[in-house]
């Protein structure tokens, strides 16, 4: 076997470890076993978890600008203005769609502050204006940001590896999301795709009251 094979394999290895470990904490049965078993630290998962995925991150980004590889495309002419077009409108859907989250919750400093040792997530059911469109919008934005780069052997390997588990990780999401939200979530699904964007499916304005009245009428009941 060649070097870069052999490297590449290697870089497939650590993104898988990482994707593992990214999923093991993210479930629920991690969540609840801390719980069980040290349940003062449960204010804390949140913040230990997006450390960890941070610092665990750094080794499969590390390796693959590292081993590089041949180059399988470029953009040229046209399709490097339209890639970095998108490129960037892609960064600034996400910076813009930071406003519609709750950042002191998403960062974990909402759950330390409180105390608060609930496992499942706290956050009401909201739709922002991407999610109109999509029920996954930093996934479908992470994914144009990444395909439309140049693409050397060790980035295109790293590429097919992260969408793989931006769907797999999308799959897992949901299932969380329907535990927390129950059948509101469901009918938005029928509404929403889930990571790409389909121009005939989207929440227009009287399916989006319909889902927030059935919303406002569940939290009334409970």
Not at 2 to 13: C, E, Q, T, V
Not at 26 to 48: C, T
Not at 107 to 112: D, F, P, S, T, W
Request: aromatic share 16%.
């Amino acid at each position: 076997m060649s070097d870069d094979y052999n490297n590449l394999i290697i870089l497939a290895l650590v993104w898988l470890a990482y994707f593992v470990l990214h999923s093991l904490l993210a479930s629920l049965r991690a969540k609840h076993w801390v719980a069980r078993r040290m349940s003062s630290l449960v204010p804390l998962y949140r913040v230990g978890f997006n450390i960890i995925a941070i610092g665990s991150i750094v080794p499969p980004l590390w390796l693959m600008h590292f081993y590089g590889g041949d180059m399988v495309w470029e953009w040229h002419g046209p399709g490097l203005y339209v890639a970095n077009t998108l490129g960037a409108l892609a960064v600034i859907g996400f910076f813009w769609s930071l406003k519609y989250y709750d950042g002191m919750d998403f960062l974990g400093l909402r759950q330390i502050k409180s105390g608060n040792r609930v496992v499942e997530d706290q956050e009401k059911f909201c739709i922002s204006p991407l999610h109109r469109v999509v029920r996954h919008p930093w996934y479908f934005l992470a994914l144009v940001i990444i395909w439309t780069r140049d693409m050397d052997s060790a980035f295109l390997l790293s590429a097919v590896c992260m969408t793989l588990y931006f769907i797999i990780g999308s799959w897992q999401e949901e299932r969380k999301l329907v535990v927390y939200h129950g059948e509101i979530y469901r009918l938005y699904k029928t509404f929403v795709p889930g990571l790409f964007p389909l121009p005939w499916r989207y929440l227009n304005d009287i399916r989006l009251k319909e889902l927030l009245s059935n919303n406002n009428n569940k939290l009334k009941g409970d």
